[in-house]
């Protein structure tokens, strides 16, 4: 492997920050792919046209990945956010664990193919409430605490635990207290890869269920020693981009040991009546002065989520380049 550890890496270079890719369902979407449909950005994978050498779809993902790069990524995803075996087994012709294996198992090889021997790559892997659409309001029913969270997630772990392409296991946009708890109750033998928590966090820097940035971090506390040293970053995604590096300054503040990760949404804000996006109106928020302060905050992963493009992921790796070294 030409790459080293993960964890290795971030140890021994205190300072290093990496430049993680973009929102690549919003992106794929730019680039004239349909996603609106249960398994979201994973939808072109599941055609067996997809496969073959001169698929148009494909091309549009193996630029995407080219592009992301070009802007400096140096960790990048898979396309398997809403790639559970529930969504996948329950909207598309996959229905079998084994017919699964072999869809996840290309997806991964296929993004190795296209980010290379010395990039990162992160399997990707949606919070429980994505399958239901509530990753934004953390409303995980009455009795969140009793969900088998671990038997949603399992076939989809299982894969990337096993394969030799993934570095590291993203849980992403996890808006829920208990969801938390049962991933960092998970063990070595459950999560065997480097892992990280991708918080989905409101505009008032709250968990979406509620729960405060201290309530997460009194918990990590208390799990202590006891907690799978697999547990490699923990962070925000998919939040505003506006408030962003404060929810971040929040979660150090209270574990200033732990290394973090961020990547916010563009910045564009949604109009769902109209169905259209508008510009940020906070013009004094740009990337450079947010990646400086994720920076002080102690982020070591610095990308974009929904809505952030390569130009976005450019002036990233101009930020971290100025702000790290
Ligand atoms: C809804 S958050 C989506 C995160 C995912 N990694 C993507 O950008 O495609
Ligand atoms: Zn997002």
Same mark, same amino acid.
């Given at each position: 492997?030409?790459?080293?550890?993960?964890?290795?890496?971030?140890?021994?270079?205190?300072?290093?920050?990496?430049?993680?890719?973009?929102?690549?369902?919003?992106?794929?979407?730019?680039?004239?792919?349909?996603?609106?449909?249960?398994?979201?950005?994973?939808?072109?994978?599941?055609?067996?046209?997809?496969?073959?050498?001169?698929?148009?779809?494909?091309?549009?993902?193996?630029?995407?990945?080219?592009?992301?790069?070009?802007?400096?990524?140096?960790?990048?995803?898979?396309?398997?956010?809403?790639?559970?075996?529930?969504?996948?087994?329950?909207?598309?012709?996959?229905?079998?664990?084994?017919?699964?294996?072999?869809?996840?198992?290309?997806?991964?090889?296929?993004?190795?193919?296209?980010?290379?021997?010395?990039?990162?790559?992160?399997?990707?892997?949606?919070?429980?409430?994505?399958?239901?659409?509530?990753?934004?309001?953390?409303?995980?029913?009455?009795?969140?605490?009793?969900?088998? $969270?671990?038997?949603?997630? =399992?076939?989809?772990?299982? !894969?990337?635990? +096993? *394969?030799?392409?993934? &570095?590291?296991?993203?849980?992403?946009?996890?808006?829920?207290?208990?969801?938390?708890?049962?991933?960092?109750?998970?063990?070595?033998?459950?999560?065997?890869?480097?892992?990280?928590?991708?918080?989905?966090?409101?505009?008032?820097?709250?968990?979406?269920?509620?729960?405060?940035?201290?309530?997460?971090?009194?918990?990590?506390?208390?799990?202590?020693?006891?907690?799978?040293?697999?547990?490699?970053?923990?962070?925000?995604?998919?939040?505003?981009?506006?408030?962003?590096?404060?929810?971040?300054?929040?979660?150090?503040?209270?574990?200033?040991?732990?290394?973090?990760?961020?990547?916010?949404?563009?910045?564009?804000? $949604?109009?769902?009546?109209? =169905?259209?996006?508008?510009? !940020?109106?906070? +013009? *004094?928020?740009?990337? &450079?002065?947010?990646?400086?302060?994720?920076?002080?905050?102690?982020?070591?992963?610095?990308?974009?989520?929904?809505?952030?493009?390569?130009?976005?992921?450019?002036?990233?790796?101009?930020?971290?380049?100025?702000?790290?070294?």
């Amino acid at each position: 492997m030409a790459r080293l550890a993960l964890k290795q890496l971030l140890q021994e270079n205190p300072r290093k920050v990496l430049v993680l890719d973009g929102g690549q369902g919003t992106e794929l979407e730019r680039r004239g792919i349909n996603v609106a449909n249960p398994v979201w950005s994973t939808i072109p994978f599941i055609d067996d046209a997809f496969w073959s050498e001169s698929s148009a779809e494909r091309k549009i993902v193996e630029e995407m990945y080219r592009d992301f790069m070009k802007a400096g990524a140096e960790i990048l995803m898979t396309v398997t956010y809403q790639a559970s075996f529930k969504s996948v087994s329950e909207n598309t012709p996959i229905t079998t664990l084994s017919e699964y294996n072999s869809l996840l198992t290309r997806i991964v090889d296929f993004a190795r193919g296209c980010v290379g021997e010395d990039k990162y790559l992160i399997g990707s892997i949606g919070s429980w409430g994505a399958h239901v659409c509530c990753e934004f309001t953390g409303d995980y029913g009455p009795n969140p605490e009793t969900i088998d $969270y671990y038997e949603y997630f =399992k076939p989809q772990l299982e !894969n990337f635990n +096993k *394969s030799p392409q993934i &570095d590291v296991i993203a849980f992403e946009t996890i808006p829920n207290i208990h969801e938390i708890k049962a991933i960092l109750s998970w063990d070595e033998t459950i999560l065997s890869k480097p892992f990280y928590i991708g918080l989905s966090v409101d505009d008032n820097g709250l968990l979406r269920d509620g729960t405060t940035m201290a309530e997460i971090a009194e918990f990590i506390k208390s799990v202590g020693d006891k907690i799978n040293p697999n547990f490699t970053l923990l962070g925000i995604n998919c939040v505003s981009f506006n408030t962003s590096s404060d929810i971040l300054a929040s979660i150090h503040k209270v574990l200033p040991d732990m290394p973090l990760l961020v990547y916010p949404n563009s910045g564009e804000v $949604y109009d769902a009546e109209r =169905k259209v996006w508008h510009p !940020n109106g906070d +013009k *004094s928020n740009t990337w &450079d002065l947010v990646v400086k302060r994720y920076i002080e905050a102690g982020a070591r992963v610095i990308g974009g989520c929904c809505r952030t493009t390569p130009e976005d992921i450019t002036e990233v790796s101009e930020a971290v380049k100025k702000y790290s070294e």
